[in-house]
């Protein structure tokens, strides 16, 4: 069986930040991701998925401030 490539397309809403974050903490690139993140929490500042999603980001890169003042929203 062959993989097929595919693309992801997100128009507008927080889509076009929450999945290219996802996929840039995925790859690594979490300063990246966390940008992402806070175009999706500027969105939507009450969606308490994107906010436990960004702490976690930020204590993958060992920020546990920030990621404790997110829990606490």
Do not use: W, Y
Not at 22 to 38: H, P, T, V
Request: one cysteine or more; hydrophobic letters at 50%; a negative charge.
């Amino acid at each position: 069986m062959s993989r097929q490539p595919c693309a992801l397309v997100m128009a507008g809403g927080t889509g076009g930040h929450i999945f290219p974050g996802l996929a840039l903490a995925e790859a690594g690139a979490l300063a990246a991701a966390l940008r992402e993140m806070d175009g999706a929490v500027k969105l939507e500042p009450t969606n308490s998925e994107l906010i436990l999603q960004r702490a976690g980001m930020q204590l993958a890169r060992g920020d546990a401030a920030a990621a404790l003042a997110d829990c606490d929203r």
